[in-house]
Structures are given as C-alpha cells and as structure tokens.
C-alpha cells in the first residue's frame, strides 16, 4: 500500500496513516486502502485487536488535502467524497474487533472523524482536535455532526464546529472525547490492547455491537451526507476553498 503501513505483533495489528506530506492528509487512494487494511484484519484470525494512528509525531490526520474538495464537482462529488468517508468511518466502528485511536498531534476535520468512529481515543499531551469545516464553505461529512454531541453534549459540539477551532488535549479529556491524555498514546493503546485481547473474542464482538447500538440509534447519516452534498452547489463553499489556496480571509455571502 502506498498510505498505509500495518505491524502485526503479538495477536496486535497497528494501522498507521502515512497520508500527503507530514500532516497523514485523506485523498481517495488513501481511503480506499484503509477500509481495504480493515477488511483484512477484519478476516485475519491471528489478530484480537487494531490500533488506529497516524505516522510520525506531528499528526495523527489533518484532514482531508483541500485539493480533493476543492476539485469535486457539484453536489454529486460532494455526495461520493461524504460517502466514501462515511463507508470507512462505518468499517471502523461496525468491525468485530476492537479498535483503538491513539491520535498523536492534529486530529482535524476527517482527522478527527475517523478518530471519533474508534471506540475509544487515547491522545498525546500535545494533540488537538478541530472540525474547521465550516471555514471552507462546507460542513463535517463524515459522521462529525452526528457523534460529536452524542460523545461531549450538544452544547460542546455547537461550539468546536460552529467554531472550527480546535481543542486541546485537556479540554478533549474534561469534554469525554478521549480517554486519557500520555505522553506516548501508541505505547500506552499497545498496553490496553494487550489487556483487551486477552479476552473472549465473541464477548468483544457482541459488547461492541450493543454499546454502539445504544449509542447511536438515532444517528442520521443520509442526512450529513445530503446537507455536505448540498455545500458543494454554493458560492460560499467555491469562496471557502478558493480562499484556502490564496491564504487569505474568506468573504462569504450566504449564497
């Protein structure tokens, strides 16, 4: 694989993006062949457990490379680009093991969506998590708007997405975003998997799939998708984008 590199040790699987540039940026390839590492480990009987996190120091994900949305194509590219971030967020919290986020760095925009669909996050001392999607024109497209309240409160999620700025690790730990704040979140997910996979894996499996159904029952992912869709057939979001790559203050118009 080009993006992803995968460890297996010890009955542990560990995904590390290693997207655009150091920042582990999301294009379609990358995509494409993280759910393809999921499928695999998914049907690969010698591993219990999957850490998810990003190559290098500086970002566990910033997100996605302005230039993928700022090439898609009216509603309709918006529409495939939510859903192909949709169908890898859906792998990740429907897969029969578990999978833990250790988020070094930047978390930010579908960053910090993939992270939300792990079951649960453990986060450096220096990370910082963000959805500055409004800032471009668009809105969170893969899952943001949807789990974010259910994790923090509704009044914590209005204010990091109508906001887009971004959260400490502090404050991510006091809202109930992540698990712990370490100085070292691979060490420290590779010491809770070992723990995790020492137990039954028909018991992980079925304790996964009630805790999420309780959880998000009344998640409304078509919704997210048609509403992130629908930004792409704005002025706003061409002024967004357009902004971005002139390093300059959007004026948006409401149009």
């Avoid at 986060?123 to 500055?132: E, R």
Wanted: charged share 30%; proline share 3%.
């Amino acid at each position: 694989m080009k993006y992803i590199e995968i460890e297996r040790e010890d009955g542990i699987a560990t995904i590390f993006i290693n997207g655009i540039k150091d920042l582990n940026l999301f294009n379609w390839e990358l995509m494409e062949e993280l759910y393809s590492a999921l499928c695999d480990l998914e049907k690969d009987k010698e591993i219990r457990v999957i850490i998810l996190t990003g190559k290098g120091e500086k970002a566990f994900s910033a997100g996605t490379d302005l230039n993928v949305e700022f090439e898609l194509e009216g509603e309709e590219g918006g529409r495939k680009w939510s859903r192909l971030g949709h169908r890898v967020a859906e792998k990740i919290e429907n897969l029969s093991k578990p999978v833990i986020g250790a988020v070094n760095g930047y978390a930010l925009g579908g960053g910090m969506e993939v992270a939300l669909a792990c079951d649960f996050i453990i986060a450096s001392k220096s990370a910082k998590f963000g959805l500055p999607e409004v800032r471009y024109g668009i809105i969170p497209g893969w899952g943001g708007t949807q789990k974010l309240p259910k994790l923090v409160g509704k009044g914590n999620a209005m204010e990091i997405i109508l906001s887009g700025e971004m959260v400490g690790a502090e404050d991510a730990l006091r809202m109930g975003l992540v698990n712990r704040v370490v100085d070292n979140p691979l060490e420290e997910a590779k010491r809770v998997a070992k723990v995790i996979k020492e137990n039954a894996p028909i018991s992980l499996k079925l304790a996964k799939k009630l805790i999420n159904t309780s959880v998000y029952t009344n998640v409304n992912n078509e919704l997210e998708i048609e509403y992130f869709a629908k930004c792409f057939s704005t002025q706003d979001q061409k002024e967004g984008m357009k902004s971005f790559f002139e390093k300059r203050k959007p004026k948006f118009k409401g149009v």
